[in-house]
T-cell receptor
Framework: GAGVSQSPSNKVTEKGKDVELRCDPI?????LYWYRQSLGQGLEFLIY????????KSGLPSDRFSAERTGGSVSTLTIQRTQQEDSAVYLC????????????FGPGTRLTVT | KNEVEQSPQNLTAQEGEFITINCSYS?????LHWLQQHPGGGIVSLFM???GKKKHGRLIATINIQEKHSSLHITASHPRDSAVYIC??????????FGTGTRLQVTL
């Protein structure tokens, strides 16, 4: 079946612009995660959705970052007033439910802020 | 604070060698994940385990809950195993906390 998909695969934007990144999880997966992989920084957690529960936003680096998940499926990560330090690969993952299930990663969106 | 440490950071091996990558973590966990990332490629989940040992082909993952330690072994290594291997765990929350990764290069 289809895996996790993300769009766009690459995004170049000017500093100060807003961007939206999209994630389509595997059908039936109730848990959805956003991570960021910065050059030389490794992977870090951003936000986690589980079903209809309030999302865990503890990893969002600033209030310029927000995410929503509509209808328990597709998720959008929005970065407002982008800064150069936001340049990274943004990864989405989904799992059947939380915690004890394997996470399946999307291919990522490479964001470059010029 | 949930911290995950991996060793070594870089590893070069010749084809056929047995490889071990180690992972230590600081807090009790619900699950330990081993992930693989090829250059320019996406991330693939290799194992998720909460106790004991799992095997898939030439890959073996073990975990010692009491010692807060996990190892990933690759038997009969091959150049196609060259990748970054990342250890991650889920602590009290479901989000993953990642190690810094081990870059493996297997040469002919």
């Amino acid at each position: 079946g289809a895996g996790v998909s993300q769009s766009p695969s690459n995004k170049v934007t000017e500093k100060g612009k807003d961007v939206e990144l999209r994630c389509d999880p595997i059908s039936g997966h109730t848990a959805l995660y956003w991570y960021r992989q910065s050059l030389g920084q490794g992977l870090e957690f951003l936000i986690y959705f589980q079903g209809n529960s309030a999302p865990d936003k503890s990893g969002l680096p600033s209030d310029r970052f927000s995410a929503e998940r509509t209808g328990g499926s597709v998720s959008t990560l929005t970065i407002q007033r982008t800064q150069q330090e936001d340049s990274a690969v943004y990864l989405c993952a989904s799992s059947l439910t939380s915690d004890r299930y394997e996470q399946y990663f999307g291919p990522g969106t490479r964001l470059t802020v010029t | 604070k949930n911290e995950v440490e991996q060793s070594p950071q870089n590893l070069t091996a010749q084809e056929g060698e047995f490889i071990t990558i180690n992972c230590s973590y600081s807090v009790g966990i619900s699950a330990l994940h081993w992930l693989q990332q090829h250059p320019g490629g996406g991330i693939v989940s290799l194992f998720m385990l909460s106790s004991g040992k799992k095997k898939h082909g030439r890959l073996i993952a073990t975990i010692n809950i009491q010692e807060k330690h996990s190892s990933l072994h690759i038997t009969a290594s091959h150049p196609r195993d060259s990748a970054v291997y990342i250890c991650a765990n889920t602590g009290t929350a479901s989000k993953l906390t990642f190690g810094t990764g081990t870059r493996l290069q297997v040469t002919l």
